[in-house]
């Protein structure tokens, strides 16, 4: 397996906090990745990062082989790197079917406007959405608008897919939907990090974790061993609680 | 098709207007016409993209005096109307180069600030542009009708050009862009949409008919200064009337200009003392009635009356 995505020793600073610190990490084609860490670890700036919307201040960023560290978000978008929003960003005042539009006709997937509406179609058929195609975005629920949010990114034809909470806020029943639809996608051969804070949901999907704490990067492996891991226990729950689950510190 | 054929039409009918008015009627036509091109130029950066402009001043008194610099040094009018427009698409997109990382108020009082700053050049250089004097542009040989004529029909072709750029940038690439800058523009980005070459192609938009309608209103005034081609009601009145037609819409600038130089004529003959106080009114009426305008009203009345049975 070859990386898709490298990640060497990234620093994000916002004035004097460094929001992300030094983090290397890769994610190999074809792989689903989870990214987790307690609240304000740095996941999402980390996305920020890797779509150049706050690009690293130091370190480097690599996609297929090139350095994308400093390129711009909308050159990075036509690279094939799609993301979802963690509080979703729909065009409100557009219809369904346009929004999903957006997203193949400015990535490049469709090389003209009649083009984008087919993509389009096909896309809000597979994320279910197919009868709602003339809504304005504003008027869905939420757990629609997320997947209005998936469909808008696969729409774009992504080889890497970010996905920052798509499951927050839905129920049950919605969450078990979303998950199967993060399958197929994975089974379409899209390479995707997954941002997440219901374990249950990463455990359940991703081929490896990388957990981020206070912008760090504190474990990465296989989920089941990152979930015992003492340093991240620690980060969710506070040392007492990892001393007392796991005996003296080994 | 259907924006094709009325523009058409609609354009049609008023070419025809000298048939039947007398100068003042086809003065007023003149009058709209350039307003129309002014709101629809507007349209582009304001109703499409989202970004409020008072630069249409701005452009309007530089097209106005490149054209008049021009044909004081000897260049046919044609040709320094073409001319103004380039000078001033090339400035708006310096300009704009520059402010359009500013958004909302920033981006608003930026604006502002273009058509103060060219009026002080202006001023500043009276060898050059006659500064507080004045310009006067070569006498046009025609007849007082031949002249009301040839400047309705000037104004005309500038608002068919202008009107038909307009439908062709909401049906394309650019157009979609825009109106996703419009509504989410961090969204925009990340979906692979240069913004700053979206915006800055809005903005220059914005300022190339505007130019040549400056250049057009030169000619048809004869004398121009900088008070009366750099006046900020040229900058704010084609905001209104593209607020009162249609925010976005391909002929809601043409509709809001008609109503609101309609509605001035009819105010500045009847009740002159007030005349100042009536713009005031419009706006603070539009915000509170209709914040959309007229044609998506219109559409949606349309569209109700299609639903029920």
């Given at each position: 397996?070859?990386?898709?995505?490298?990640?060497?020793?990234?620093?994000?600073?916002?004035?004097?906090?460094?929001?992300?610190?030094?983090?290397s990490?890769s994610?190999a084609?074809g792989?689903?990745?989870?990214?987790?860490?307690?609240?304000?670890?740095?996941?999402?700036t980390?996305?920020?990062v890797?779509t150049?919307?706050?690009?690293?201040s130091?370190?480097r960023?690599?996609?297929d082989?090139?350095?994308?560290?400093?390129?711009?978000?909308?050159?990075?978008?036509?690279?094939?790197?799609?993301?979802?929003?963690?509080?979703?960003?729909?065009?409100?005042?557009?219809?369904?079917?346009?929004?999903?539009?957006?997203?193949a006709?400015?990535?490049?997937?469709?090389?003209?406007?009649?083009?984008?509406?087919?993509?389009?179609?096909?896309?809000?058929e597979?994320?279910?959405?197919?009868?709602?195609?003339?809504?304005?975005?504003?008027t869905?629920?939420l757990?629609?608008?997320?997947?209005?949010?998936?469909?808008?990114?696969?729409?774009?034809k992504?080889?890497?897919?970010?996905?920052?909470?798509?499951?927050?806020?839905?129920?049950?029943?919605?969450?078990?939907?979303?998950?199967?639809?993060?399958?197929?996608?994975?089974?379409?051969?899209?390479?995707?990090?997954?941002i997440?804070?219901?374990?249950r949901?990463?455990l359940?999907i991703s081929h490896?974790?990388v957990?981020?704490?206070?912008?760090?990067?504190?474990?990465?492996?296989?989920?089941?061993?990152?979930?015992s891991d003492?340093?991240?226990?620690e980060?969710?729950l506070?040392?007492?609680?990892?001393?007392?689950?796991?005996?003296?510190?080994s | 098709?259907?924006?094709?054929?009325?523009?058409?039409?609609?354009?049609a009918?008023?070419?025809a207007?000298?048939?039947?008015?007398?100068?003042?009627?086809?003065?007023?036509?003149?009058?709209?016409?350039?307003?129309?091109?002014?709101?629809?130029?507007w349209?582009?950066i304001?109703?499409?993209a989202?970004?409020?402009?008072?630069?249409?001043?701005?452009?309007?008194?530089?097209?106005?005096?490149v054209?008049?610099?021009?044909q004081v040094?000897?260049?046919?009018?044609?040709a320094?109307?073409?001319?103004?427009?380039?000078?001033?698409m090339?400035?708006?997109?310096?300009?704009?180069?520059?402010i359009?990382h500013l958004?909302?108020?920033?981006?608003?009082?930026?604006?502002?600030?273009?058509?103060?700053?060219?009026?002080?050049i202006?001023n500043?250089?009276?060898?050059?542009?006659?500064?507080?004097?004045?310009?006067?542009?070569p006498?046009?040989?025609?007849?007082?009708?031949a002249?009301?004529q040839?400047?309705?029909?000037?104004?005309?072709?500038?608002?068919?050009?202008?009107?038909?750029?307009?439908?062709?940038?909401?049906?394309?690439k650019?157009g979609?862009?825009?109106?996703?800058?419009?509504?989410?523009?961090?969204?925009?980005?990340?979906?692979?949409?240069?913004?700053?070459?979206?915006?800055?192609?809005?903005?220059?938009?914005?300022?190339?008919?505007?130019?040549?309608?400056?250049?057009i209103?030169?000619?048809?005034?004869?004398y121009?200064?900088?008070p009366?081609?750099?006046d900020?009601?040229?900058?704010?009145?084609?905001?209104?009337?593209?607020?009162?037609?249609?925010?976005?819409?391909?002929?809601?600038?043409?509709?809001?200009?008609l109503?609101?130089?309609?509605?001035?004529?009819?105010?500045?003959?009847?009740?002159?003392?007030?005349?100042?106080?009536a713009?005031?009114?419009?706006?603070?009426?539009?915000i509170?009635?209709?914040?959309?305008?007229?044609?998506?009203?219109?559409?949606?009345?349309?569209?109700?009356?299609?639903a029920?049975?």
């Amino acid at each position: 397996m070859s990386a898709l995505l490298e990640l060497e020793d990234v620093t994000r600073r916002f004035g004097g906090l460094n929001a992300v610190e030094g983090v290397s990490f890769s994610v190999a084609q074809g792989e689903i990745v989870g990214l987790i860490g307690p609240n304000g670890a740095g996941k999402t700036t980390l996305i920020d990062v890797i779509t150049g919307v706050h690009p690293a201040s130091s370190g480097r960023v690599r996609f297929d082989g090139q350095d994308i560290t400093h390129r711009r978000p909308h050159q990075i978008a036509r690279l094939g790197l799609a993301r979802t929003f963690q509080i979703v960003q729909p065009f409100p005042k557009m219809t369904v079917l346009e929004n999903a539009a957006a997203g193949a006709l400015f990535s490049g997937a469709a090389s003209s406007v009649h083009d984008a509406y087919a993509a389009a179609r096909q896309q809000l058929e597979f994320t279910g959405l197919a009868d709602l195609t003339d809504r304005p975005a504003a008027t869905l629920t939420l757990a629609r608008r997320k997947r209005l949010e998936l469909a808008k990114s696969l729409a774009m034809k992504p080889r890497l897919l970010m996905l920052d909470e798509v499951n927050a806020g839905l129920n049950a029943a919605e969450i078990a939907g979303a998950l199967e639809l993060i399958r197929e996608i994975a089974n379409l051969g899209v390479t995707i990090i997954v941002i997440e804070h219901l374990m249950r949901v990463v455990l359940s999907i991703s081929h490896r974790l990388v957990v981020l704490h206070h912008g760090q990067l504190i474990a990465q492996g296989p989920p089941h061993q990152v979930v015992s891991d003492r340093r991240v226990i620690e980060a969710y729950l506070g040392s007492k609680y990892a001393a007392a689950d796991r005996g003296p510190a080994s | 098709m259907r924006s094709w054929i009325v523009l058409v039409v609609v354009t049609a009918l008023t070419a025809a207007l000298p048939l039947a008015g007398n100068n003042y009627l086809l003065r007023l036509a003149t009058i709209t016409c350039m307003y129309a091109v002014l709101a629809q130029s507007w349209n582009f950066i304001g109703g499409l993209a989202g970004y409020p402009s008072f630069a249409t001043a701005a452009f309007f008194g530089l097209g106005a005096y490149v054209s008049a610099i021009l044909q004081v040094h000897g260049l046919p009018s044609v040709a320094a109307w073409g001319c103004a427009g380039l000078i001033a698409m090339l400035f708006a997109a310096f300009i704009g180069g520059a402010i359009l990382h500013l958004r909302g108020h920033y981006f608003a009082i930026a604006t502002l600030v273009v058509a103060e700053m060219l009026r002080e050049i202006v001023n500043t250089t009276p060898h050059f542009t006659g500064g507080g004097m004045g310009l006067n542009l070569p006498i046009m040989r025609m007849s007082v009708g031949a002249q009301a004529q040839f400047f309705l029909f000037a104004m005309l072709g500038l608002s068919f050009l202008c009107t038909a750029t307009a439908i062709l940038v909401q049906r394309s690439k650019l157009g979609f862009g825009l109106r996703c800058i419009q509504q989410n523009e961090d969204a925009a980005n990340v979906l692979g949409i240069n913004t700053y070459a979206y915006k800055t192609a809005a903005f220059s938009l914005s300022g190339v008919f505007v130019g040549m309608a400056g250049a057009i209103y030169a000619n048809w005034t004869n004398y121009i200064d900088p008070p009366d081609v750099f006046d900020v009601l040229l900058a704010i009145k084609p905001l209104v009337m593209v607020m009162l037609g249609g925010l976005g819409t391909i002929f809601g600038p043409a509709i809001g200009a008609l109503i609101l130089i309609a509605f001035e004529e009819f105010v500045w003959r009847n009740f002159l003392t007030i005349h100042a106080a009536a713009l005031g009114f419009i706006i603070v009426v539009l915000i509170l009635f209709l914040p959309n305008g007229i044609v998506p009203l219109l559409r949606e009345r349309v569209a109700r009356r299609g639903a029920s049975p």
